[in-house]
């Protein structure tokens, strides 16, 4: 982590709401991506990325170290991410909008292969909150093994786990939709 950076956390853990703006100009993207990526619905990803930051900003004061700043708001992410699967469980399920699955496939940096992108996105669907998670951490967002570890708070051989049973459902899944097709 740069120096500077450690530098704006610093001040908006002591309430400089400007550094907070910048910090937040700096990881919108990727909280949105990862809000994105985890509940497949641009409108929600959006507002959890707003919410995350209102929620970071409130909780500055339980931020221990400047350089764990990403990590701890990955968590915040997850965890609203999390909040919004379960109840969205509780709702009935509705199919993909055409529309949103277009968008979807031009978030993505080049479109080579739509409906591979698509039974991917459905296939990730269909995974366990959990088991998402770790997938999207991990492939997506790229984060380490321990560091997945420390934003879940569970041990690392339960990541490697995860991500090992979330790849073979995953596999499943995209076998299953290339027969159905």
């Known amino acids: 982590m740069d120096q500077e950076l450690q530098q704006l956390i610093v001040k908006a853990k002591k309430g400089d709401q400007d550094s907070f703006s910048e910090?937040?100009?700096?990881?919108?993207?990727?909280?949105?991506?990862?809000a994105f990526a985890m509940v497949h619905d641009q409108m929600e990803a959006e507002d959890i990325t707003q919410e995350a930051f209102v929620k970071a900003y409130f909780s500055m004061d339980h931020l221990k170290e400047a350089y764990a700043f990403s990590s701890w708001l990955t968590k915040i992410v997850t965890n609203l991410c999390?909040?919004?699967?379960?109840?969205?469980e509780k709702r009935p399920q509705?199919?993909?909008?055409p529309a949103q699955t277009e968008l979807m496939a031009d978030?993505?940096?080049?479109?080579?292969?739509?409906q591979l992108r698509i039974?991917?996105?459905l296939a990730m669907q269909r995974l366990t909150p959990e088991h998402r998670t770790v997938i999207v951490l991990r492939d997506i967002q790229g984060?380490?093994?321990?560091?997945?570890?420390?934003?879940?708070?569970?041990?690392?051989?339960?990541?490697k786990s995860r991500i090992n049973i979330a790849r073979k459902e995953l596999r499943k899944e995209l076998i299953r939709g290339d027969r159905d097709a």
Do not use: C, W
């Open 107 to 114: 978030t993505y940096s080049e479109v080579e292969n739509l």
């Open 94 to 97: 509705l199919q993909m909008d």
């Open 143 to 159: 984060f380490s093994y321990q560091e997945i570890a420390e934003i879940l708070e569970i041990p690392e051989g339960t990541v």
């Open 82 to 88: 999390y909040d919004r699967i379960k109840k969205r």
């Open 119 to 121: 039974n991917l996105q």
């Open 23 to 34: 910090l937040i100009q700096r990881y919108k993207g990727k909280v949105f991506r990862h």
